[in-house]
């Protein structure tokens, strides 16, 4: 295009982003840039000239003799008090080059306020400095956003120009970070709040010119703790309170030369390009600790050399090296090494020499490093390799006419640019092929080729789920690639039985050309196993993740972001195999991490509560667990959209908590309206939801409605098609014991049933995991309830004889089978060995502070009819015990109510069928065998019913 044709499409688009309303022309000028970035910040110049214009001085440079002069040395203490318009100095808190920065207090008593006064010096009341200074306050007269301080007021007092700024109170970027923001991604997401601020100047056409870390202040009190306000639009260095040794030059061109761009120094137009690199130089200093041009000792002239004719210094090498002694602590990250990659390209960007070869507005940088905290691949990296092998061959132009070892000495640098070259072409193709694939399956989703029906996500997941297993045989990482989405999908969805098998075969995949102790097979491990977590198997948490420790801290750091989700991953595997010690070791470990990494207030604090409640559950202190889970209620008020899955699930592990304790109140009703938001966000047939329903089958089993317990169970095996294997299989004997106590099918059936059940459990035993523990415990259960005492011994057996399940140390598994024998021998008559083996029960559940619960209630009843039948002297004291522990919130009328009443009759009469024991026996049986199509047998033991 020719000077004539661009001149006049200039003046066409001046016109143009003239009609827009101010807050268009931002996005307007970014969708210019993406088009042609030379043409949109020349339009970006012209508009910003044109403003400037458009807001002059309000009048001429007040005569020398008429101001007074503003020195510290002679004049500062006299200034204390000394109003300005409605304002009254308190203090000088700051000083540059071209006035003085104080407090002040509102003094007319309309309303009570601190501001910021800014007075220009009388001995630099040049007329280009006054301009500016009435500039500035035109300027942020029009800046209105909530990251950007308020012009307050303005005015002359005395013949001083004064500005009134809003007062934050709070900590220099430089001293917040250090102190409030230990981790990379913590910075990042600060830094995107500063861009955002400065983008909305460059919407309303103004350029910063001189951001600087004094020149953002972050709130350190109150309700503006953590509020980002950047200051000092239009006059730079006034308020100019650097630390020692940055070069500042405070007239003139007024930047700050550590974070100026190279066409400030150059003399070129400054557009928003000089922003955009200040912005990179900011982020650049916060992630690795220190400038990238500027070194203790560097004159101005080889910072001002280096920042015009060399490119900036790479993040990755930097971040090898260790910071200077002098460096202030938390000046570097904690987990420092996660700005390599794909932040370090970003940097990279950002600090590029030449203005057109940044991001062509700061929204562009925005969206990449929001990309990054959402692991989504970042536009900076692709070109990243390709912009380094041009400067390399720009450098090396001359490689040719070399001689001898120097030209060799070229070419096996070239030889290594044309390796990264190539493996950057390695990854482009492996990301062409996963986007072509995906597009392909995406474009599949027409109606026509389904039968006029769209089809939906799930239905285009299961086709990709079949045809994988026969495509990229020949090229496995794009397969491992494509798993890790599926996996991670179907994960995110609560399909952890298909995400699991995915993720297995691209763990394999990925070992296969990387290694073990490669950082992308590690992250694949870790993967899996959290995909473990919610269903199981347990046991393999454990295995994949205890090898991990040393690698993640060896990768990432000893106090990095992935070494918490490997603590929590672990601590969650402890607490399913009965390891309670290292449970809670661990999950100490992972909430010191989340208080050293993440502000109070984050939701990853929120959720170290719903973990802890976990672990205490597991204990059996269940008032304790609810308590942490009431610490999570404030955070549920108004989440981010990427934790909704998370507050269904405290609010699930809430109403869990409520169950186990006997409050039952709303139970069903709120169970009814979480479910149904489960299903809106996660689509029928969810495990988030299948995993409430054994929760509400507990529930009616507790309270003696065995109908509606068998309905929950039906519901989980019926709904529940997101619950692994593993959970289904034992979910199979939960079912067919809650069928027994219903009485929903002949004794005979049953008793089949439950021997099948009995041999597929040993089929499948080793890919049930821990499970299998759960599948035993309820078929010995189902056992004493039908009468089939053999099937109970077999189940018992097989749980005293699985080494895997260490019972030596899960002692709360331990209990449980010791109730289920005890009971297994009070039917068979062995009273002694029944009250050993229930007052094993009994005695652990005693060690948490709770003393009404329902598995208390029941155990003590367990362990009295055991006494009474033995006509032990403490059966009554073992009886008065059981009263005591009835959960007040249980129905009345409870069958177990009519047990009390039925042995403290044969308490009162041994040796007689009174008629109150008479009664409270048809009260029990009654009971128990409510709305039964097939009534159970009543036995004399009642085993299986606790």
Same mark, same amino acid.
């Given at each position: ?100 920065? +104080? ?281 990243? +390799? ?110 952890y039985d298909l995400a699991a098998p995915l993720a297995r075969e691209w763990v394999a995949l990925m070992v ?99 973990v802890e409640a976990v672990r205490l559950s597991g204990e059996g202190r269940i008032s304790e667990a609810l ?184 002692? +709360? ?85 009519a047990l009390q009443s039925l042995m403290q009759a044969q308490l009162d009469a041994p040796a007689s069928d ?30 299986? +019913?606790?």
């Open positions: 295009m020719g000077d004539s044709a661009r001149h006049t499409e200039l003046n066409q688009l001046l016109r143009q982003a003239q009609g827009l309303a101010e807050a268009e022309r931002g996005p307007w000028l970014a969708a210019l840039a993406a088009r042609d970035a030379a043409l949109a910040a020349e339009l970006a110049q012209r508009l910003i000239q044109q403003a400037e214009t458009q807001f002059p001085a309000a009048a001429g440079p007040v005569p020398f003799s008429a101001m007074p002069v503003l020195d510290e040395r002679q004049q500062a203490p006299s200034l204390s008090g000394q109003r300005m318009g409605a304002w009254q100095l308190l203090r000088k808190i700051g000083e540059g080059g071209m006035g003085q920065v +104080w407090l002040a207090r509102r003094a007319d008593g309309l309303y009570e306020q601190e501001a910021v006064v800014k007075l220009l010096r009388s001995d630099l009341q040049q007329a280009p400095l006054s301009q500016r200074f009435a500039r500035e306050r035109a300027v942020l007269a029009r800046l209105k956003h909530p990251g950007i301080a308020r012009l307050l007021d303005a005015g002359m007092a005395d013949g001083v120009p004064y500005l009134v700024l809003e007062y934050v109170a709070g900590r220099t970027l430089s001293e917040h970070v250090r102190a409030e923001c230990p981790t990379v991604a913590s910075r990042v997401a600060l830094l995107i709040r500063v861009a955002q601020a400065v983008e909305h100047a460059h919407a309303q056409l103004v350029v910063h010119r001189d951001l600087k870390p004094s020149n953002v202040m972050v709130g350190a009190e109150g309700d503006s703790r953590g509020e980002v306000k950047v200051l000092d639009f239009g006059i730079a260095g006034l308020l100019d309170e650097e630390d020692p040794g940055h070069l500042t030059r405070v007239s003139g061109r007024g930047l700050t030369l550590s974070y100026a761009a190279p066409e400030q120094l150059s003399g070129t137009p400054v557009g928003v390009a000089a922003d955009v690199y200040s912005l990179g130089v900011l982020l650049f200093e916060m992630l690795s600790g220190r400038l990238p041009f500027y070194n203790a000792g560097s004159s101005r002239t080889a910072i001002e050399h280096a920042l015009l004719h060399q490119d900036a210094p790479r993040l990755g090498p930097l971040l090898a090296q260790a910071l200077a002694e002098d460096a202030p602590e938390g000046a570097r990250p904690l987990d420092a090494e996660r700005a390599r990659g794909d932040l370090e390209a970003i940097v990279a960007k950002a600090l590029r020499k030449l203005p057109e070869e940044r991001y062509p507005a700061v929204s562009a940088l925005v969206e990449d490093l929001t990309r990054w905290l959402q692991h989504r691949p970042v536009s900076a990296r692709r070109e990243d +390799w390709r912009h380094r092998l041009r400067l390399w061959m720009r450098r090396n132009a001359l490689a040719a006419s070399l001689s001898g070892g120097l030209a060799v000495a070229v070419l096996l640098g070239l030889g290594v640019s044309l390796d990264q070259w190539r493996r950057a072409q390695a990854a482009a193709h492996e990301s062409d092929q996963v986007t072509l694939y995906l597009t392909d399956l995406l474009g599949s989703a027409s109606p026509d080729v389904h039968g006029g029906q769209a089809p939906t996500v799930m239905d285009l997941l299961e086709k990709s789920r079949s045809e994988i297993a026969g495509k990229f045989q020949d090229q496995p990482r794009i397969k491992a690639r494509l798993l890790a989405t599926l996996a991670e999908t179907y994960g995110a969805l609560d399909r296969q050309p990387y290694g073990e102790d490669d950082e992308r097979t590690v992250a694949a491990h870790i993967k899996l196993a959290q995909i473990y977590v919610p269903t199981g198997p347990h046991d393999l948490v454990v295995a994949e993740l205890e090898p991990l420790r040393e690698r993640v801290a060896r990768l990432h750091g000893p106090k990095s972001d992935p070494m918490r989700e490997l603590y929590y991953a672990l601590a969650n595997g402890y607490m399913k195999t009965g390891r309670l010690a290292e449970a809670k070791l661990a999950l100490d470990q992972a909430g010191e991490l989340v208080r050293l990494l993440y502000p109070e207030g984050h939701f990853y604090r929120t959720f170290h509560h719903m308590a942490q889970l009431r610490l999570t209620e404030p955070a549920l008020q108004n989440p981010p959209k990427e934790n909704l899955r998370h507050v269904l699930a405290i609010r699930r592990n809430i109403l869990t908590m409520e169950i186990r304790a006997g409050l039952y109140d709303g139970v069903e009703a709120r169970a009814q309206a979480l479910g149904e938001e489960m299903d809106r966000l996660h689509g029928r047939g969810n495990s988030m939801r299948a995993f409430m329903y054994p929760e509400i089958a507990r529930y009616h089993h507790d309270r003696a409605e065995y109908a509606q317990a068998l309905a929950a169970r039906l519901a989980f095996n019926t709904q529940g098609n997101g619950a692994p294997f593993n959970a289904r299989t034992a979910a199979k004997a939960s079912l067919l014991l809650a069928r027994a106590q219903a009485g929903e099918s002949p004794a005979t059936t049953l008793r089949q049933d439950a021997r099948a059940l009995l041999e597929e459990v040993d089929r499948v035993r080793e890919q049930m995991g821990v499970s299998r523990a759960e599948a035993w415990l309820a078929l010995a259960r189902s056992g004493l309830v039908l009468g089939d005492l053999d099937l109970a011994a077999d189940a018992v057996a097989r749980l005293r004889g699985d080494a895997d399940l260490h019972l030596e140390r899960d002692l +709360w598994l331990e209990s449980r089978i010791a109730q289920v024998e005890g009971a297994l021998l009070r039917a068979r008559g062995d009273l002694a060995g029944s009250r050993r083996l229930l007052e094993r029960r009994v005695a652990l559940l005693e060690t948490s502070p709770d003393r009404q619960l329902p598995p208390l209630w029941q155990a003590r009843l367990d362990l009295a009819l055991t006494l009474v039948m033995m006509g032990a002297p403490d059966a009554a004291a073992a009886l008065a015990a059981a009263r005591e522990a009835r959960p007040p919130q249980m129905p009345a009328g409870h069958p177990f109510d009174s008629p109150a024991a008479r009664q409270a026996r048809s009260a029990l049986k009654a009971g128990l065998q409510k709305n039964a199509a097939h009534p159970p047998e009543i036995r004399e033991d009642l085993g299986g +019913w606790f």
